[in-house]
């Protein structure tokens, strides 16, 4: 019977029930007056409002805390290497009985070296370890005598964060500068021994020439070693 009835007031006054869902809907958003005669305002807006406020500032901190944390996750394994002082007398001996030129095939890296070995009277190769861990190359140094020439020539080689007492000082000694396929090279002669030093690549080579036939022979030896 009531719902026959509202439908005949529906049917009868559609003013009236027009008017009744205004108020219904009215009521779902403002609360009716309380006992003390004040009207209670829905919260619904303002807590909103806060909310949206504190998801801002989260957001902004999150967004500073991934910038200063990204750079160092994604730099962590690409760090640079920290520069070391080594003293060759700490070093570790470890003669291979195979060329420079070998072990840098064996090993996939990319060493220049002097292609003596057809007329060598003698060939040494020597790697320099950390005798705290073995693994450790602190640099390798390969000795040849040319059986043309009877010239004597050593090559050391380190990367470019290490360097060896040694063969500092063969950087200290080198005051003269000349320019081969855009390298630079350092290097002296004094004394029957001509040295020389420069930067290819990853690597810093070191070398001394005993008894070399003219005092800028080495030029001619670096020159051959560069690509």
């Given at each position: 019977m009531k719902y026959k009835a509202h439908k005949l007031i529906e049917a009868k006054n559609p003013e009236r029930k027009t008017a009744l869902d205004n108020r219904i809907?009215?009521?779902?958003?403002?609360?009716?007056?309380?006992?003390?005669?004040?009207?209670?305002?829905?919260?619904?807006?303002?807590?909103?409002?806060?909310?949206?406020?504190?998801?801002?500032?989260?957001?902004?901190?999150?967004a500073v805390c991934l910038a200063i944390?990204?750079?160092?996750?994604?730099?962590?394994?690409?760090?640079?290497?920290?520069?070391?002082?080594?003293?060759?007398?700490?070093?570790?001996?470890?003669?291979?009985?195979?060329?420079?030129?070998?072990?840098?095939?064996r090993n996939n890296v990319s060493y220049l070296y002097i292609d003596w070995y057809d007329i060598a009277?003698?060939?040494?190769?020597?790697?320099?370890?950390?005798?705290?861990?073995?693994?450790?190359?602190i640099y390798m140094r390969e000795a040849l005598v040319n059986g043309?020439?009877?010239?004597?020539?050593i090559l050391s080689i380190t990367d470019l964060y290490t360097n060896v007492d040694i063969l500092n000082s063969i950087r200290a000694e080198c005051n003269?500068?000349?320019?081969?396929?855009?390298?630079?090279?350092?290097?002296n002669y004094q004394n029957i021994v001509s040295k020389g030093y420069f930067v290819y690549g990853n690597y810093r080579y070191y070398i001394e020439l005993v008894y070399p036939l003219?005092?800028?022979?080495?030029?001619?030896?670096?020159e051959s070693m560069l690509p």
């Open positions: 809907k009215n009521q779902l958003n403002i609360s009716d007056e309380t006992n003390n005669g004040k009207t209670a305002v829905s919260f619904r807006k303002p807590f909103y409002k806060t909310y949206r406020f504190f998801a801002g500032i989260s957001t902004a901190l999150a944390i990204l750079p160092v996750i994604l730099n962590n394994g690409t760090q640079t290497p920290v520069e070391r002082y080594c003293y060759a007398n700490d070093c570790l001996e470890i003669r291979i009985d195979y060329t420079l030129k070998e072990y840098a095939e009277d003698e060939l040494q190769t020597i790697l320099y370890v950390s005798a705290d861990d073995h693994n450790d190359l043309d020439t009877g010239c004597n020539v003269n500068i000349n320019n081969i396929n855009g390298i630079s090279i350092h290097w003219t005092d800028d022979s080495i030029l001619e030896i670096i």
